[in-house]
């Protein structure tokens, strides 16, 4: 296929093909808006205030939705299933098998040796947003978190509330430490790469009552990070930075449980079908020694 170029943002633009297609990244996207759109229960709601961060567990078959409850807010969240935390988001693999920015029907996919998906994405009232200007758009898996050593090396400064160490005592009480948090989904965040394909940040585009939701295929823990950053209009580096805590705000969580009738049907994944042998042969009976 030739690509088709067309005048971008950057100068020319390929036109190019996903390089990742196939019908395993096929979405039944009747049942997914059925989800949405359908009768539920709420289950449990509660709010992560500015500057901190909060776990809690998502039972399979249900759908959480993060709200921006009091203005532009952006959040990084962390996944594992609940069941075996050595399963947990791949945001990498994500970024190539959907998007860089995920959207509705998108999936988040775990790690190997599991890859499946872990959440399938049902309502997004910023889907309609992107590319900017500026070539921005949202929920982000360019990027990864903020943490106190990157913040350490770039301004001699210490920090302890950075999204990296949010999410390093949201998750403690589950028996998880700092070697399980992983690159997030930058819920809300505006980003992308300007014409030096560096990644830039922008100011959040959400409003009050803007909310993402998804829909949990396996039993999940969950964790977020209300960023330091806030809304990120204000520069977090560079001479121009400044502490932005006025433009913080929390982000509300919610978790429902749809109408039985709208589960008939689905199952969760399954793990990866590869035997994993990686070409190693396994011993002949009778050569065991």
């Given amino acids: 296929m030739t690509p088709v170029r067309t005048t971008g943002r ?3 633009v390929a036109d190019f093909p996903a390089a990742y297609q196939g019908p395993a990244l096929a979405v039944d996207r009747a049942f997914y808006t059925g989800l949405a759109e359908g009768p539920r229960e709420l289950v449990e709601r509660f709010e992560v205030p500015i500057r901190s961060g909060r776990a809690w567990t998502v039972p399979r078959g249900h759908l959480c939705r993060l709200v921006t409850v009091d203005g532009p807010q952006v959040g990084d969240l962390n996944l594992w299933n609940a069941a075996d935390p050595r399963e ?3 945001a ?4 190539q098998l959907q998007r860089a920015h995920v959207s ?3 999936r988040l996919w775990s790690n190997l040796p ?3 998906p872990l959440v399938t994405i049902t309502a997004d009232t910023l889907e309609g947003y992107g590319p900017d200007e500026h070539g921005g758009r949202v929920h982000d898996l360019l990027g990864t978190r903020c943490d106190p050593y990157v913040n350490r090396m770039l301004t001699g400064e210490d920090f302890d509330f950075h999204c990296h160490s949010n999410l390093v005592r949201a998750i403690l009480p589950y028996g998880l430490t700092e070697f399980d948090v992983h ?3 930058n819920v809300f965040q505006c980003t992308g790469l300007n014409n030096e394909d560096r990644y830039f940040m922008k100011a959040c585009p959400a409003r009050q009552g803007d909310h993402f939701e998804f829909f949990a295929e396996l039993d999940l823990l969950c964790a977020l990070s209300t960023c330091p950053g806030g809304d990120l209009s204000v520069p977090l580096w560079g ?3 400044r502490d932005p805590l006025d433009t913080c705000h929390p982000i509300g969580v919610e978790v429902y449980r749809p109408a039985p009738e709208l589960l008939d049907g ?6 990866a079908a590869y035997r994993n042998l990686h070409g190693l042969r396994p011993p002949r009976e009778g050569n065991a020694r």
């Fill in 239 to 241: 001479p121009d930075a």
């Fill in 266 to 271: 689905w199952r969760p994944p399954e793990r």
């Fill in 88 to 90: 947990r988001l791949w």
């Fill in 114 to 116: 599991f890859l499946r």
């Fill in 10 to 12: 950057s100068g020319p």
């Fill in 104 to 106: 509705t029907f998108d």
């Fill in 183 to 185: 690159d997030v989904l």
């Fill in 92 to 95: 990498s693999r994500t970024r």
